[in-house]
Structures are given as structure tokens and as C-alpha cells.
């Protein structure tokens, strides 16, 4: 019996035995050229043995009755058949297999692919070994307002077998779920195209795969929550009332929910409060405006209460100096965005000394069982800063001279955030009789640890 490689197919032959199958095997790894692997598989020396002679095989050894998958861990077997494109029942050759493997690998859900298939009176059976690529990303649906998410995802599914919602960073899967997409659109007589963006921060590696449909004018009527209480339904709608008529747009919704809805839960001491994914429905709407009311899935989770507050760090400034700056109480509900806001003060307090990149850092030690929380504010004082460059804008030479004269802070000197403020409201004094507004930068210079003042004077053009 002579063996050959499956790159022979002309090769291939039965035995005499009709008992006896022939098998051929290719792989391929889609870590090196497709080009040089099947070269190395010509290249495979032929096993060999006992010499029989050829025999044709019946036309039924040749339809598909079988494909086995093996080694996924991400897909199911059936899910890898059917995206071969290849049929049961069907009429097949080596030919086939070999396309069948390419498009497996062009779709870069799969590492390395391995196949072999084995001839006999009954049939073909193809035996597939697959390894999963490393690294997939969640694909996401920014505005199809048309489907529920269920929905979009099995109709999705149905026509690209490997994509569930993850994708691989690399290969043509995000092309077939995007080509899908356009599909379904012309199905239902929608004007739009589907298009996606590789989501990334910065230089980083891509996170997520974003589609969109481009065209239609899609605008938010009315938002509405579900899982949220009494006492703060009234705040969450009044928070929400931004959103209407804005363009629907499913990641940016998100930003603005955590940006402007997540605080009516933290300040209430809802410390793990949650938002789902904005779900839009589209409205009857006769105009060439698309209409959609927006629901918000709310998990507010357990409130917490405040046991106590500790301080560390703080050399320049005493606890006791530093407490009184707080709002907080303890037995209160936790209200992180008062705590926030107050850690301002503190760093404008340490502004006045100089120490204009002090930091204070609450870190929360949350207690589920008891339903409270302690916050350790952790102080990064940095260092002192002393006074740069002065530098007036918008007054004639008279003026900027007069105020140049007035200004105490003398390059050199310790630096006070709190003296601009004060000058300010003197300068004005000083100023003819006019309607001036003022304001101004501090640029801090890390080299040499200065500050430079730029005064800013305009007319008013408000009022």
C-alpha cells in the first residue's frame, strides 16, 4: 500500500478490499504562510507498504456523510461544520477540504487547522483539528434600534456560525458579521450601511469591534427606567432630561448614563449601583426621523452607610485641620460626590502653601455584610512650588503697569493659589469705570517647581 499526502489528490486510490479506506491528511498553521505550509506538505515523505492494485471506488465515496471537529474550546463542532460551507450529502473532493480549511483560517478564529478524510464505499468522512486564536473582543451594536439584542444576535448567528458576540482581533469574521448586518437591513427595506470601528484607547490593543448603521436620523423621545426606586425616579428623569432629542447613539448614551444618572444612586450611598445597555424602541413616526423611547435597566445594590473616615499622608496639615473641610457623617448614608467635591477644598487648601499637586486618593473598604463603608483618604502632598512669571492680557501699558506695580507675589516667593482670587477683585478697584470680565491660568512648571500666572481681562459682552 503506498500512502501520499492529501495535496494528491490524483494520487488517492481503494484497495482491493472494498473494506479498506483511504485517508489523506493536510496541515495547515496560520502562524506561517498559507503558501509555505502547503509546500511543506508536498514536501512529507510517502509512507509505504504492501503494493495492491487500484480499484475505482463507487460514486457514493465521494458525498460528505460526516464531518468530525475536534480541539475548539470557543465554538461548538456543529458551529465549525457549518462554516466550512460544506454540505452533507454533497459530492466532495480534496479540493474542497483545502477550501474549506482556507476559509477557516481567513476568518482568524482559528490559530492552526489540521485536517484529514478517509474514502469508502458508504461515503467521505472529514476529520477537523482546530486551535482557537487567542485573543477575541466584544463586538458591539451601537444603534440597530430595529432589533432587540436577543434578536440581532440569532439572526446574526444564523448567518455567520462563528460569531455568538465575540470576534477575533484579526482574519475576515468582522467583515461576514458586517456583510450580515447589511442583509438584514435590506431585508426589512431599511436605508442605511453597516459599518464597524476598531475600538482602542490611545496606542492600546483593540477592545472591542463597534457597528453602526449610517443614514438614518435616529432620535431619542423619552427615556424610562426599570429596577429603580420611589425616591429616585424623580431625580433619574430630571437627570435624563438632557437626553431627549439627541441622537441615538448606544455607547455614548452610556457615557452620558454614567456620567449624569450613576450620581443620583452614589449620593444616596449606592455604591455599586449599575446601568445595563440603553434598549431603544423604535416609534411609528410618518417623518424621515426615527423615533425611539429609551429604557434603562437599573441594579441598585445595597446602600451603604459611613463608619469612618481616616486620613494618611498629611504632614503639612493636621487631621484636625483637615476634617472640618468634610461634609460627611458617619451613621449617614456614603456620598462619594460630596466627598469629592470636599477633597477639592482640601487641595485648594494645600494650593495656599504652595503645594499645588497635592492629591488626596479615598479609597472605600467596603463591608457587604453589614452594609457600610469606611474610607481611607490617602494625602500625596508633592512638593512645594514657589512664584514663576506674571504675565497681564487685554489692558493698555498704563493699566498692566499699575497692576504689575500692586502685585505682591514676587518670583521666587512661596507660592498662594489663593492670592489670584483675592488680587483679582482688588484689580477690578483699581480699573477705570469699565464692565470687565477677568480670569486666569496657572501653568506649573515641574523643572524647576514655579508657577506662572497669566491675568486675562476682556469686556463684558453678556449683558
Not at 230 to 248: D, F, G
Not at 429 to 444: H, V
Request: charged share 25%.
Amino acid at each position: 500500500m503506498k500512502h501520499t499526502p492529501a495535496v494528491h489528490s490524483d494520487n488517492l486510490h481503494a484497495l482491493e478490499s472494498p473494506h479498506v479506506t483511504t485517508r489523506g491528511i493536510l496541515v495547515l498553521s496560520f502562524s506561517a504562510p498559507l503558501a509555505l505550509c502547503l509546500l511543506l506538505a508536498t514536501l512529507l515523505p510517502a509512507q509505504t507498504g504492501r503494493k495492491t492494485a487500484p480499484r475505482a471506488l463507487p460514486p457514493s465515496a465521494f458525498k460528505l456523510i460526516a464531518v468530525k471537529v475536534e480541539g475548539t474550546k470557543h465554538y461548538t463542532p456543529d458551529e465549525v461544520a457549518a462554516a466550512t460551507g460544506l454540505e452533507i450529502g454533497k459530492t466532495v473532493s480534496e479540493d474542497d477540504f483545502k477550501r474549506a480549511s482556507q476559509r477557516l483560517g481567513d476568518t482568524g478564529a482559528f490559530s492552526d487547522i489540521a485536517y484529514s478524510f478517509e474514502y469508502s464505499p458508504e461515503g467521505t468522512k472529514l476529520d477537523l483539528q482546530v486551535t482557537d486564536s487567542d485573543h477575541f473582543v466584544p463586538a458591539r451594536f451601537d444603534n440597530f434600534v430595529w432589533f432587540s439584542d436577543p434578536e440581532l444576535l440569532d439572526q446574526l448567528h444564523a448567518r455567520v456560525p462563528l460569531f455568538r458576540d465575540q470576534l477575533p482581533v484579526a482574519g475576515n469574521l468582522v467583515d461576514q458579521v458586517s456583510d450580515a448586518l447589511q442583509a438584514l437591513l435590506i431585508e426589512r427595506n431599511l436605508q442605511g450601511r453597516a459599518d464597524y470601528l476598531r475600538f482602542a484607547h490611545a496606542d492600546g490593543p483593540i477592545e472591542a469591534f463597534v457597528f453602526t448603521v449610517s443614514g438614518p436620523d435616529i432620535r431619542i423621545r423619552d427615556i424610562y427606567f426599570t429596577g429603580a426606586g420611589t425616591a429616585e425616579m424623580p431625580l433619574l428623569q430630571a437627570a435624563a432630561r438632557q437626553l431627549r432629542s439627541q441622537e441615538y447613539i448606544r455607547s455614548i448614551v452610556r457615557v452620558q448614563a454614567d456620567k449624569n444618572l450613576l450620581p443620583v444612586f452614589l449620593a444616596r450611598g449606592y455604591l455599586k449601583a449599575s446601568f445595563g445597555d440603553a434598549q431603544a424602541k423604535v416609534l411609528p413616526d410618518s417623518s424621515a426621523r426615527i423615533l425611539v423611547d429609551v429604557t434603562f435597566s437599573v441594579d441598585p445594590g445595597r446602600q451603604y452607610k459611613l463608619t469612618e473616615v481616616q486620613w494618611s499622608g498629611n504632614t503639612l496639615f493636621p487631621t484636625e485641620k483637615l476634617q472640618p473641610l468634610l461634609q460627611l457623617q458617619t451613621g449617614q448614608p456614603a456620598n462619594p460626590i460630596r466627598l469629592d467635591e470636599d477633597l477639592k477644598a482640601v487641595q485648594e487648601l494645600y494650593g495656599t502653601r504652595g503645594y499645588m499637586a497635592a492629591s488626596v486618593q479615598p479609597v472605600p473598604e467596603m463591608d457587604d455584610a453589614q452594609s457600610t463603608v469606611r474610607y481611607l483618604l490617602q494625602v500625596h502632598e508633592g512638593d512645594a512650588y514657589k512664584m514663576g512669571d506674571l504675565e497681564i492680557k487685554g489692558l493698555d501699558t498704563r493699566a498692566t503697569g499699575r497692576l504689575l506695580a500692586e502685585w505682591k507675589l514676587r518670583a521666587g516667593d512661596p507660592y498662594d493659589s489663593s492670592y489670584v482670587m483675592g488680587f483679582l477683585d482688588q484689580a477690578l478697584k483699581l480699573l477705570p469705570a469699565e464692565d470687565l470680565k477677568t480670569s486666569y491660568i496657572q501653568t506649573l512648571n515641574d523643572t524647576d517647581k514655579t508657577v506662572d500666572v497669566t491675568l486675562r481681562f476682556s469686556q463684558n459682552t453678556s449683558r
